[in-house]
């Protein structure tokens, strides 16, 4: 039983597509130069957990939220997750809204103002 559990325990299958976004956003922020001007393009590609097949929409949100929709073909929401967990790694000056096609790699351009990860691009 124990076993069973600890096999579970770092599968995507206990968090949502926008925790697991956040995760990598985490994951990837030390690549950002630390000078100020630096800058790193951080990559998530939701399909890697399975849930997250077709197109998707993420929006990365100035108010710190990070929110994303795994869609069907139709464009029907299949499922869908948000978390604030990101803010404490970037700051988002303005609300960026992407749509991507199944399989499609999300990439953030981030650069370093005042000491801190900012987003200054997403697509």
């Known amino acids: 039983m124990l076993g069973g559990v600890l096999a579970l325990a ?13 995760a990598d956003i985490e994951s990837q922020i030390g690549a950002l130069e630390k000078r100020e001007g630096g800058q790193a ?7 890697r957990s ?3 097949e077709g197109p ?3 929006q990365i949100d100035r108010v710190g939220a990070l929110i994303v929709w795994c869609k069907d073909e139709a464009g029907a929401t299949l499922a869908s997750g948000s978390t604030s967990y990101a803010s404490r790694f970037i700051d988002t000056p303005r609300t ?11 990439q953030i351009r ?11 691009d997403a697509q």
Request: proline fraction near 4%.
């Open 10 to 22: 770092g599968c995507d299958a206990w968090t949502d597509p926008a925790t697991r976004l956040a």
């Open 41 to 47: 393009v951080i990559a998530h590609l939701p399909a």
């Open 50 to 52: 399975r849930q997250c």
């Open 56 to 58: 998707y929409r993420v």
């Open 96 to 106: 960026f809204i992407v749509e991507k096609t199944a399989g499609s790699l999300l």
């Open 110 to 120: 981030v650069e370093r103002h005042a000491g801190r990860a900012v987003v200054v």
